[in-house]
Every structure is written in C-alpha cells, then in structure tokens.
C-alpha cells in the first residue's frame, strides 16, 4: 500500500462572524503502487484542499495520513518539506515555468537542492531523456514564452517526475488547454505512469478524462465516493 487516508476532515474560516466551512467530511482512500486515481467533483467542492493534504502541503483537521507505511501526522515541518520533494511531484493548471530560464533548466529546478556531484550529473541525463520522451528535444534551449500551452503543460510534467517521485498529483493539469491537447497530456501522463511506475492522482471536472484512469472517485459535499 503506497498511500492510506482515513477519516480526514478538514474544515476552514473560524472567525466569530464566519461559520466554519466543512470541506472535508470523513474522507478516506486508499492506493498502491503504480495505480492511477481521478478526484472529480464541483468547483468548491475541496478537490484541490484533499490533493494539498495528500502532497503535504497543507494539514488536516483530523484524520492520518500514512504514506508508503510511514504516517506524515508524525513528521516535522522540516521532514515534510524533504518528504514533498522526495517522494511527490506536482502538476497545476498554470505550468508554472520560469520565463527567464529554458526548458532544460526549468525541468532541472527540482534537482537544485542536491550537493553531491554525481546525483546532478544523473539528475541532468534524466532531464535530457525526459525532454526527448516528450518529443521537446528540439525546445530544449527555447524559453518557454516560445512554446505553446501544452507543449509548456509537457515541460511541467517532466519537471515533476525528475526527482523519481511515488507519487504525482496533479490538480486539473488539462484545464487551460483545448480537447485535443487535454487528452494528449492525459495519454502522456498515462504513458509515463507505466513506464515509470509513478502512482497518479488527477483532479479534473473532465469525466472522459477521469475513465481514462483506473479508479474514479467524486467528492461532493465532503464525501469521497465511487465516481456513477
């Protein structure tokens, strides 16, 4: 079991004006290795809040968070910030490049906190073969103000898997672009699921998106529930 969720709740907005939100009502959930999972639900309804639980970079109210048998509720905040970049990679709707540096170097950010000399010059034969699986070998000095928006969404999805990570969440990565690219990201998302083993997690309103994985769930009102 790579990822186990049980009972999370979380909740927002404690002001003495403010009833608390309920955004998260007992949520649980439960991955493998290797397996692809789509959150779908209304705009509102927490996806992005259950994806910044389960990348830690948010904290539930109540609930534990065990990942690859190890539970997060337990580590510190310094031991979450080396979890995030160790183990998750993260994919957004807005692709997030950095416009002064070019598609090599935005792929190889990830890779900057590594001193040892010999884990740079692999972190940069991983970037090269990355770029080359997403057919961008020809972008690789290009700045990302010269590439289209998915060509730009595909520089981010090899910038997420650079640091070899478990598991990569990505929240509504197809959003901004059109059908057909949407579902070229999706395939290429897939394509390097396998290849790679990376456990997925998608959050998306796309249900022709979300059968294309292996399980779909939706969250509405709270609720995680088996996706009709």
Known sequence: MLLKLSNIYKSYGSGQAEKPKQVLNGVSLQMTQGETLAILGPSGSGKSTLLNIIGALDKPDEGDIIFNGNPLNDYSEKELSSFRNREIGFIFQSHHLLPQCTVLEN????????????????GLQKALDLIKKVDLWDHKDKLPGTLSGGECQRVAVIRALINNPRLLLADEPTGSLDRNNALAITSMLLKLNKEFNTSLIVVTHSAEIG??????LNLSDGILELSK
């Open 211 to 216: 059968a294309k994985m292996d399980k779909a």
């Open 107 to 122: 792929v190889l950010i990830p890779t900057l906190p590594m001193k040892d000399s010999v884990d740079k010059k692999e």
